[in-house]
């Protein structure tokens, strides 16, 4: 895997991020590509299924890096985020050293403690070398993972190094390419988005909606994409407890192509909503006038 | 390989410029510091500043990094980079112009309410005029001044304040710390302890679950009818904020708004004050239905996510009192752990919910209590105190 350099201005990163499939605003690919450019971790906040994620993958494969995940959650900590001793391997060591009738304690307690009986987690392993070149670290729904844990990310995203008491400090030769998502369940901490560039990442225009479902599910007909896209604009206008986002138009899109769909009609649009809408109470609230009025503006042809 | 864009004059207009513009945002009430302004320097010369829309959302990543921020920044770069020697113009129409007052000097109403003799409370023309802004249908935008609240009553606050013993382990999170009755074994610990004996495990060390207060969360009611309890509830949870991290606070009359950050502020007259100064529509009509429908859609998720408990403090006198209350309610309800109501209008003896919006929500919470003096704000503390009712504990326990 050899990786491919760096894009030397927007337009090209714009293009790189194209010839992959996603296509993004250009706001979103000038960040990319000064996070990229400066070195800095990238910040992206925005609501749920608007392309988050789906960025850090398609940049480590149109860079040819590694991609490393670490998905936060509640109770995260350093032995899942960073390393953690493998305490079999050391006992055996121990009883071995034991055995032969080792007694120099110093000595044992460095050899306890060496590289080979570290497990690496995702923090450590965007540290290290790696022959394709720095990795893209991707550090998802941060918003999970409890506030000591962001303080814990200070030092990772501003020296890229991280102290380990019984081995020293590792350093990243190269600084990995990081990229932080959150959905705004809470609020993270000012320190720590300080030392990120901040964007955020909004739904996308009609235009360009309709530009990724063509891309993403390829068998769609032209009338029922435009249909879809419109429905969909529609929808965020109404006051939804949670409004879909692009995943969810493109499962939509996939699911009503599977159905060979030909055009959105009341009985295809109630049967498939559950792949555009996640809440009971959105469900119910779509029933009656107010699909028959979303549906007759989405079909009517202009 | 950096392309610059820019001839050595030209770069330290720019610079000139940047540092202006930095300076503009502060003074509109970002936050923006030096490193950003560095950030910036090194960022443009690696775009094409000829191209707008990409220095725009350039500066944009460095500057603003709240959502809340982008409308500011937008409508400051807008303006600055139009014609930068009208930025001083631009100050005014921001806004957000917090930062660029004067700060009032900590404490200098008490002491000026010390000094001066105290002032009559409530003569009958005041009920008179707070009864006519409670019915109003109208939205009242009006600041209310807080100076009106006598040195007593906060010194009486205050005194409840500090007697407060809130609980501070409740929850069981599934962060681990070292625990001698902990269920996990510490192997690292054990391991590197029995290495100073030379292999030999001598001491067992052990890990727990770390137990930390639930967030609370607390709707206040500033409608003209909560009027003459709205500085109290405050300074009530200014103090809590102080015992304890996680409190988000929010006003809401005709609209909501979050004064959490208002409210963090050490001192309690200033961060009062700006919390008055965030709100546009103290003591105006209540819609309660409306508020709900918005704290739940937008902050809902972001604060109650972490098992809250949630204050509701408000005397239930909705104009608006239809089915979507009881909704709003119900969804509440069912988004967070505990959800008290606290009602001034409970301390009449004989109080029945009579009021369509009181018997709407009514079914929908945990607790109902009275809250109008301290005596009833001690209970509160109280019942905040008690450990969670044993099912509630169990769930967690087990869910474990």
Redesign the interface.
């Known amino acids: 895997m050899t990786s491919a350099t760096l894009p030397?201005?927007?337009d090209a990163m714009l293009e790189l991020l194209t010839s992959r499939g996603y296509l993004a605003e250009?706001?979103l690919a000038?960040?990319t590509?000064?996070s990229l450019?400066?070195g800095?971790p990238l910040f992206l906040?925005g609501e749920a299924g608007v392309g988050k994620t789906e960025i850090a993958k398609v940049l480590s494969v149109a860079l040819g890096r590694k991609l490393i995940r670490l998905q936060c959650?509640?109770?995260l900590?350093v032995s899942s985020a960073v390393y953690?001793?493998n305490?079999a391997a050391?006992?055996i060591a121990?009883?071995m050293?034991?055995a032969a009738g080792d007694?120099d304690?110093e000595q044992?307690?460095s050899d306890?403690f060496a590289d080979r009986y570290m497990i690496k987690r995702p923090l450590l392993q965007a540290l290290e070398p790696d022959v394709a070149g720095p990795p893209v670290l991707l550090i998802d729904e941060l918003d999970r993972a409890?506030e000591?844990f962001e303080a814990y990310l200070l030092e990772i995203l501003s020296d890229f190094q991280v102290t380990i008491p019984?081995f020293g400090t590792v350093k990243a030769p190269h600084p990995p390419i990081v990229i932080i998502t959150s959905n705004?369940?809470?609020?993270i901490h000012?320190a720590l988005?300080?030392r990120c560039?901040?964007?955020?990442v909004d739904y996308p225009a009609a235009d360009r909606e309709l530009a990724i479902v063509k891309t993403r599910v390829p068998g769609i007909s032209a009338k029922l994409s435009q249909q879809v896209v419109r429905f969909v604009q529609a929808l965020r206008d109404q006051?939804f407890?949670k409004s879909p986002g692009v995943a969810e138009t493109i499962d939509w899109a996939t699911a009503l192509s599977e159905l060979d769909a030909r055009s959105l009609t009341p009985q295809v649009v109630g049967d498939t909503l559950g792949a555009l809408l996640k809440y009971q109470?959105d469900i119910t609230r779509m029933q009656g006038d107010t699909l028959q009025k979303v549906l007759k503006e989405a079909t009517s042809e202009d | 390989m950096a392309i610059n864009h820019l001839a050595p004059e030209q770069t330290e207009q720019f610079a000139d410029n940047i540092v202006g513009f930095a300076r503009a945002l502060r003074a509109a009430g970002m936050p923006v510091g030096p490193g950003a302004v560095i950030d910036a320097m090194n960022a443009l010369p690696v775009i094409d500043i000829g191209n707008r829309p990409d220095v725009f959302t350039t500066l944009e990543a460095i500057f603003v990094k709240r959502h809340e921020h982008a409308l500011i920044f937008s409508q400051a770069f807008n303006l600055f980079f139009r014609a930068s020697e009208e930025w001083k113009h631009m100050l005014d129409s921001v806004p957000l112009p917090e930062q660029a007052k004067k700060k009032p000097q900590a404490g200098s109403r008490r002491v000026q309410e010390a000094m001066s003799q105290p002032r009559m409370t409530e003569t009958p023309q005041h009920q008179e005029r707070d009864l006519r802004l409670s019915v109003s249908d109208k939205e009242i935008l009006q600041k209310k001044d807080f100076a009106q609240m006598s040195a007593a009553e906060i010194t009486e606050a205050l005194r409840a304040i500090e007697k407060m013993r809130l609980p501070q382990a409740e929850l069981l999170t599934r962060r681990q710390q070292p625990d001698p009755r902990g269920l996990r074994l510490d192997m690292r610990r054990t391991l590197r302890a029995s290495l100073r004996t030379g292999g030999d495990i001598i001491d067992i060390h052990r890990l727990g679950r770390i137990e930390k207060p639930a967030p609370i969360v607390a709707l206040l009611d500033i409608s003209g009818s909560m009027s003459e309890y709205t500085r109290l509830f405050l300074h009530f949870l200014h103090g809590i904020g102080d015992a304890r991290k996680r409190v988000s606070v929010f006003l809401f009359g005709t609209r909501l708004t979050n004064v959490t950050r208002a409210l963090r502020q050490r001192d309690p007259d200033e961060a009062l004050a700006s919390c008055s100064a965030a709100v546009e529509d103290w003591a105006g009509g209540t819609r309660i239905s409306a508020s709900l429908h918005n704290f739940n859609k937008l902050w809902a998720r972001r604060v109650l996510s972490q098992g809250a408990i949630v204050l509701l403090i408000s005397d239930g006198l909705e104009r608006e009192a239809d089915s979507r209350l009881a909704f709003e309610m119900d969804r509440l309800h069912r988004s967070c752990r505990r959800l008290i109501w606290l009602n001034p209008l409970l301390r009449f003896g004989g109080f029945e919910a009579k009021a369509q919006g009181i018997k709407m929500m009514l079914p929908h919470v945990d607790e109902f209590r009275p809250v109008h003096n301290l005596s009833s704000i001690h209970e509160l503390i109280s019942t905040l105190s008690r450990p969670l009712p044993p099912h509630h504990r169990s769930l967690i326990r087990s869910a474990a």
């Open positions: 030397a201005s927007v250009r706001s000038t960040v590509y000064l450019r400066m800095r906040e959650y509640e109770g900590d953690e001793w305490s050391q006992m121990i009883r050293a034991e007694t304690r044992l307690s306890i409890d000591a019984e705004r369940t809470r609020e000012d988005k300080r560039l901040y964007h955020w006051d407890y109470d």
